[in-house]
């Protein structure tokens, strides 16, 4: 997987160089390419944005350095056979989640465009559609400083589910948001802590038990913090000894 981030803030990314984020780069499972925007702004001042047409509020990021960095980012792309997929963070976007980070994992390259101030240029994007995939993408329902701290969310979520970038692949089979139930919760040593106990059955060694009473916690969990998970989830996956609350 290539991924390419154009940003006016490259330093925003360096914890992608840590822990196994940074260690899925050091082993080439992917490969991960950052470009300053500033490098394709040409005047003195390497001015990336201007006052928005229409009066208003804020600044929009130009569309001359945007074009230029999307046409570099472009000679890039490994395969010709479809077009590199461009993803545009927004709030105004498909809304980010588990389900998009799986299809994405099986890209060959994303180009990254996190914006600023009030965003890019629209014409960009028009642009781009003969010449990218374009997917805005907002990472929830809130707004942010830039697209910076999203381009991180999306390329964690989507690297973790590349074979050979996760510590125990084991890891991704029951946790939240894959099986469409949360997962059930999680306790280490000592059995004793502060007077709180590890509940006994996890202390049995009976596997078929404890299997049972981790699906009743993910069942218990998710109705009680994630009621619309709880409704969406597939008739077809109740297993005959649930219990459905
Ligand atoms: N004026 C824009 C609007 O209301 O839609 C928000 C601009 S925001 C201050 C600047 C940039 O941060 C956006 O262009 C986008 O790149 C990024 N951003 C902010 N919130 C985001 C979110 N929830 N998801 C993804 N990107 C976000």
Redesign the pocket.
């Known amino acids: 997987m290539r991924y390419d981030v154009i940003t006016i803030f490259p330093e925003y990314l360096a914890p992608l160089e840590l822990s196994l984020m940074g260690k899925a780069k050091e082993t080439g499972r992917v490969n991960l390419n950052i470009t300053n925007l500033r490098d394709f702004a040409f005047d003195r001042h390497k001015t990336v944005d201007d006052t928005p047409y229409g009066g208003g509020a804020g600044m929009v990021m130009k569309a001359e350095p945007w074009g230029l960095a999307l046409e570099q980012a472009l000679e890039a792309t490994p395969t010709q056979e479809q077009l590199p997929l461009l993803i545009v963070?927004?709030?105004?976007?498909q809304v980010f989640n588990q389900q998009l980070a799986y299809d994405l994992a099986e890209e060959e390259h994303i180009v990254f465009a996190?914006?600023?101030?009030?965003?890019i240029d629209e014409r960009v994007l028009d642009w781009a559609e003969t010449r990218f995939r374009v997917l805005p993408?907002?990472?929830?329902d809130?707004?942010?400083?830039?697209?910076e701290v999203?381009v991180m969310v999306m390329i964690e979520a989507i690297t973790r589910l590349i074979p050979g970038a996760m510590g125990n692949p084991e890891s991704l089979e029951e946790e939240s948001h894959t099986g469409g139930l949360l997962e059930y919760p999680v306790y280490t040593k000592p059995a004793d802590w502060r007077g709180h106990r590890v509940p006994d059955i996890l202390l049995s060694g009976n596997h078929g038990a404890i299997a049972r009473w981790r699906r009743d916690q993910q069942i218990e969990r998710t109705f009680d913090r994630r009621p619309d998970m709880f409704k969406a989830y597939p008739p077809e996956n109740w297993d005959k000894k649930d219990r459905k609350k």
């Open positions: 963070p927004s709030p105004a976007g996190p914006a600023r101030y009030e965003g993408v907002s990472i929830g809130y707004v942010l400083y830039g697209g999203a």
